[in-house]
């Protein structure tokens, strides 16, 4: 853990001890900020309230966010993808404005959740479209229910030993108190506005785009009352995520990697591995690019979205 980074845990972990923020109820939006023309929708998944949005007309797409964030961060994507596309863009159990119970966040438990999503929605087969989490998520489902799922394109995801190569000074910080679960909580209790600043810069090369607006996405949820269980258990779990790698080799999707060529999190020698994991599959590193690569660049990111998907067709 570098200097800096240490630093900022122990200032982090000291205030928690004499201020804490209050947190939110859950409040859903009326509108979606990130595109005006959308519709917010909310859909019952096993007793729980799960908002997503959709639309477009065609072959159904589904857009996986990754751990921590929302359907915004495909905000660049879904207007382009529906003209051909009926494209969903979910809040993932515990995140964004989706209902977050007091359950463990294991592995399953969200592989699980992300088929009934489509069950309740009426999706029988879609292509899955998924970053970092959103993508392990994505090839877990594809590997554990292939007839669930037509195509995959895996963006910057997570692979099968997550904590063991997650490259990032922030959940390197986390890794290393996993083994004091009491300060690892007491971390995520104490989330502000600064600590969602560094987690986006790290995500992108360019930090001018992590504008005020972007943080405040980030922090409104960070805010949200269940929101330190589920990251904190997530993340707990995380390591169960390695009983998952004999999954790789029997997908048999075809499968698209897109990796950002600076990715702090997981560099594109992850991504590497994942190729030569999933038979058939191609990898496409994005120059100056960083975790979020359809975020950050989606002038390259989306033409090969868009050529793989209707590749065979």
Same mark, same amino acid.
């Given at each position: $853990? %570098?200097?800096?980074?240490?630093?900022?845990?122990?200032?982090?972990?000291?205030? =928690?001890?004499? &201020?804490?923020?209050?947190?939110? !109820?859950?409040?859903?939006?009326?509108?979606?900020?990130?595109?005006?023309? @959308?519709?917010?929708? %909310?859909?019952?998944? &096993?007793?729980?309230?799960?908002?997503?949005?959709?639309?477009?007309?065609?072959?159904?797409?589904?857009?996986?966010?990754?751990?921590?964030?929302?359907?915004? @961060?495909?905000?660049?994507?879904?207007?382009?993808? #529906?003209?051909?596309?009926?494209?969903?863009?979910?809040?993932?159990?515990?995140?964004?404005?989706?209902?977050?119970?007091?359950?463990?966040?294991?592995?399953?438990?969200?592989?699980?959740?992300?088929?009934? +999503? $489509?069950?309740?929605?009426?999706?029988?087969?879609?292509?899955?479209?998924?970053?970092? $989490?959103?993508?392990?998520?994505?090839? &877990?489902?594809?590997?554990?229910?292939?007839?669930?799922?037509?195509?995959?394109?895996?963006?910057?995801?997570? *692979? *099968?030993?997550?904590?063991? /190569?997650?490259?990032?000074? #922030? +959940?390197?910080?986390?890794?290393?108190?996993? !083994?004091?679960?009491? +300060?690892?909580?007491?971390?995520?209790?104490?989330?502000? !506005?600064?600590?969602?600043?560094?987690?986006?810069?790290?995500?992108?090369?360019?930090? %001018?785009?992590?504008? *005020?607006?972007?943080?405040?996405?980030?922090?409104? +949820?960070?805010?949200?009352?269940? =929101?330190?269980?589920?990251?904190?258990? =997530?993340? !707990?779990?995380?390591?169960?995520?390695?009983? @998952?790698?004999?999954?790789? *080799?029997?997908?048999?999707?075809?499968? @698209?990697?897109?990796?950002?060529?600076?990715?702090?999190?997981?560099?594109?020698?992850?991504?590497?591995?994942?190729? /030569?994991?999933?038979?058939? #599959?191609?990898?496409?590193?994005?120059?100056? &690019?960083?975790?979020?690569?359809?975020?950050?660049?989606?002038?390259?990111?989306?033409?090969?979205?868009?050529?793989?998907?209707?590749?065979?067709?």
């Amino acid at each position: $853990m %570098t200097r800096n980074i240490k630093i900022r845990w122990i200032i982090s972990l000291l205030s =928690t001890l004499f &201020s804490r923020e209050r947190r939110t !109820r859950l409040v859903r939006p009326c509108t979606i900020d990130w595109n005006k023309t @959308l519709v917010p929708q %909310t859909v019952h998944v &096993s007793g729980n309230t799960i908002f997503y949005v959709v639309k477009g007309a065609g072959e159904p797409l589904i857009l996986i966010h990754g751990y921590g964030a929302g359907s915004w @961060l495909w905000e660049k994507q879904f207007d382009l993808l #529906s003209q051909r596309y009926r494209v969903y863009a979910l809040d993932l159990l515990g995140h964004g404005y989706s209902d977050r119970p007091r359950i463990a966040y294991t592995p399953d438990a969200y592989i699980h959740f992300l088929r009934d +999503f $489509m069950d309740a929605v009426g999706v029988e087969k879609a292509t899955l479209i998924g970053n970092s $989490m959103g993508g392990g998520l994505a090839w &877990s489902v594809a590997g554990l229910f292939p007839e669930r799922v037509d195509k995959l394109i895996l963006i910057d995801c997570i *692979p *099968p030993d997550v904590l063991g /190569q997650v490259r990032n000074d #922030s +959940f390197r910080a986390l890794a290393d108190l996993e !083994r004091h679960p009491f +300060f690892l909580y007491l971390v995520y209790a104490n989330r502000n !506005r600064d600590s969602q600043k560094w987690i986006l810069q790290e995500c992108v090369v360019d930090k %001018t785009l992590i504008t *005020p607006e972007v943080v405040d996405r980030q922090y409104e +949820f960070s805010r949200i009352k269940g =929101t330190t269980w589920s990251l904190y258990s =997530t993340f !707990r779990n995380a390591k169960d995520a390695v009983k @998952l790698k004999d999954i790789l *080799p029997r997908i048999k999707q075809p499968t @698209l990697l897109i990796w950002g060529e600076k990715d702090l999190l997981f560099p594109p020698s992850v991504g590497e591995l994942l190729r /030569q994991a999933i038979a058939g #599959s191609i990898l496409h590193v994005i120059e100056r &690019s960083g975790h979020i690569p359809m975020w950050e660049t989606p002038e390259k990111v989306n033409p090969l979205i868009l050529a793989f998907l209707s590749a065979g067709r």
